[in-house]
């Protein structure tokens, strides 16, 4: 199978890149990190860029979840709950630039 190297498919492929990196930094780094939030910027910019591409819930649930966990301020079960919103839409941006370069 081949990929042609166009615009779309290489940004994708940079946002999928980032997406497992933030995954990454979740698990091994602070929640006090800025990089994420950076991470979320471009999200939105791909979603503004390529309209349909993504769904725009998704990313601002993620984004919205990326600065509860950022400006952390609660504890417990919330913040497991948010991590965990966190990693499904993660896991949506991976699991949809897949099907967007597949042409699913």
Do not use: C, H, Q
């Not at 497992?20 to 006090?32: C, D, G, P, Q, Y």
């Not at 939030?37 to 990326?66: H, M, N, Q, R, T």
């Amino acid at each position: 199978m081949y990929i042609r190297p166009t615009a779309f498919n290489v940004l994708t492929v940079v946002m999928m890149l980032l997406t497992a990196w933030v995954i990454w930094a979740r698990f091994t780094k602070s929640l006090e990190s800025s990089w994420p939030l950076v991470y979320y910027l471009g999200i939105v910019i791909y979603l503004k860029a390529f309209e349909g591409a993504l769904d725009p819930y998704w990313v601002y649930v993620g984004v919205v979840s990326g600065l509860f966990l950022r400006f952390e301020f609660m504890g417990g079960l919330f913040l497991k709950m948010v991590r965990a919103v966190e990693l499904v839409v993660l896991g949506y941006f991976l699991w949809r630039g897949y099907g967007l370069l597949m042409m699913w």
